[in-house]
């Protein structure tokens, strides 16, 4: 099953779109109004009348691959805001 990357701008679509689409099946939700759906749910998506940008496509391992990167970066940002000061007893 192709998985589709997908951004939708206006926030009302959005939200509407995310309960619909959740009760369809699985969700990957990222930042900026972007999502993960299994392609069917475009049909959905038209039916609701929520416009969409398409963003990218592959399968399961395109949408898990997507889920890894993100999680990684978000990790890398963490880890750069620390503090790189060494604290001693000296």
């Given amino acids: 099953m192709q998985m589709i990357k997908i951004q939708i701008p206006d926030k009302n679509g959005s939200a509407r779109a995310l309960v619909e689409l959740s009760r369809h ?7 900026d109004e972007v999502y993960i759906v299994p392609e069917p749910a475009l049909k959905l998506l038209q039916d609701l ?3 969409f940008q398409e963003l990218g496509r592959g399968g399961i391992d395109y ?3 997507t889920l ?3 999680l990684a970066a978000h990790a890398q940002r963490r880890d750069a805001r620390k503090s790189r ?4 007893d000296a």
């Fill in 49 to 51: 009348g929520v416009t």
């Fill in 85 to 88: 000061e060494v604290l001693s």
């Fill in 25 to 31: 099946g699985r969700v990957d939700c990222y930042a």
């Fill in 63 to 65: 949408a898990e691959k």
């Fill in 68 to 70: 890894r990167d993100t």
